[in-house]
């Protein structure tokens, strides 16, 4: 009889988890406004990353008109090749593919400085092009940094060997490099990654590092990270919060409504910015 409500009540907890990553949020039309208002300000913004940051928002709350608007003009005069990309991702994720180009132009030129930032933004919009210069980038081993955003560009699009590269390179060593790889497994990652990534909670050597864990598993719909993720909400630290805010995201956390919008009024821009795009985001339905 106790195993029949074990198992009863796990198969209850796993609809209600998989209801609860589907749902959709309200917004009342003040708050709404509000999440707009912040964007806005945000896209306007004196600081580059924040400002993209602002238009992925925007994008993703169904506003992709006003970023195309406003970014598409400013391409053309951008010669900082990461900055290029930042446009160009956008504006791709927009509904404009055509700017991938740029990216993969980056990603296949003989400079190097842009090269990260076009394997990352390409991986965001899920484009590799013919895949030779993305699995360059993968099998070239002097860029670490390289090397995982161009094996998570692959991995997205089903590529064995990259996964396999991402999952063994989960516990490096090195905190940026585990953390990096946890952020990209917790998007496209499974369940199977959830024990690997648990594990290393443990040993992390920050809060900052840490809390990629925890987001990750609240992305892949494990309960204790997505409580994690709503107390790092409130973490003192700003950039912990923006992450949160983020992967609140990822996670279709709905049940944190009220803390993101509490974060709308955060002393931090970029949280500021996330909160409102992830608030757009989950009340919209799910794809």
Known sequence: ?????????????????????????????????????????????????PSIHAAEGLTLGGYGDEVIAYLEPKLPLEKDDQQKC??????????????????????????DYGHIHAAESLYKVNII????????????????????MSAAA?????????????????SHKDAETSRTVAWILGRIGDESDIPRIRKLIPMAPDDLTKAYYQHSLASLGDA?????????????????????????GDARAVSLKDDLIALLNDDHEDARIRAAQTLLFLSRPAE
Not at 22 to 32: A, C, F, K, M, R
Not at 129 to 148: H, I, P, S, V
Request: glycine share 6%; aromatic share 6%.
């Open 129 to 148: 092009g013919d895949g030779k210069a993305m699995r360059r980038a993968f099998e070239q081993t002097n860029n670490l940094r390289l090397r995982l």
């Open 224 to 248: 204790d990270g997505l409580a994690d993720l709503a107390k790092n909400l409130k973490h003192e630290d700003g950039s912990i919060r923006t992450y949160a805010a983020t992967f609140a």
């Open 86 to 111: 930042g446009f160009a991702r956008e504006l791709v994720r927009a509904g404009q593919r055509k700017h991938a180009t740029i990216m993969l132009k980056i990603l296949a030129g003989d400079d």
């Open 1 to 49: 009889m106790n195993i029949c409500i074990a198992i009863v009540t796990a198969l209850l907890s796993a609809d209600c988890a998989s209801t609860a990553r589907n749902d959709s949020l309200t917004l009342e039309p003040v708050i709404q406004q509000k999440c707009l208002e912040v964007l806005r300000s945000g896209l306007h913004s004196d600081q580059f990353w």
């Open 154 to 170: 692959l991995a997205r699009q089903g590529d064995k060997s990259a996964f396999e590269f991402l999952r063994e390179t989960l």
